[in-house]
């Protein structure tokens, strides 16, 4: 839902979309189908938005960027700078608060995902927030909270375009 209403967020301010996944049938196209297709696209910036399944103890939202691994060298900077974007932007949209687990500061670099690796574009992959807090689970499948978070979305990419 988050990824739908952010289409229609960026769609609505004159954006080019281009999604790997358009349902939540299925798996969709494997990572390295997804980062062909996206690399071949060419976008301004990439997100990969999912939800965590940390302790029930933790809280909040993380972004995951990417660590210098041959194709994507030269987005590590500009991925930085958009989670920055994130990272000032979702917990004043949508009030959860950054990630007391994951990472420091909300931000984890993370050289063990191939959808980050294989980039060629700005790119970084957002944990919503943790499925097994009790919290955050309520938030993450409120259709309010979800539109919130889809805004957030849609002003830190803003925000990073121009």
Do not use: W
């Not at 609505?12 to 790997?20: L, P, R, S, Y």
């Amino acid at each position: 839902n988050v990824a739908t209403d952010l289409t229609a967020d960026l769609q609505a301010e004159g954006a080019q979309v281009v999604a790997t996944r358009t349902s939540n049938t299925g798996v969709g196209p494997c990572i390295d189908q997804r980062a062909q297709i996206l690399n071949a696209a060419n976008p301004a910036v990439a997100i990969d938005i999912h939800a965590d399944g940390g302790s029930p103890s933790g809280r909040g939202f993380a972004i995951l960027e990417p660590v210098a691994d041959g194709p994507n060298n030269g987005v590590i900077s500009s991925s930085e700078n958009f989670g920055a974007d994130l990272i000032e932007t979702v917990p004043t949209v949508t009030g959860m608060p950054i990630s007391t687990y994951d990472g420091t500061n909300g931000v984890a670099f993370r050289s063990d995902l191939a959808g980050l690796n294989l980039t060629t574009v700005p790119k970084v992959l957002i944990e919503c927030g943790n499925m097994r807090n009790s919290i955050d689970a309520a938030l993450l499948s409120s259709p309010d909270f979800q539109q919130k978070m889809a805004l957030a979305f849609a002003i830190a990419i803003t925000k990073f375009v121009h």
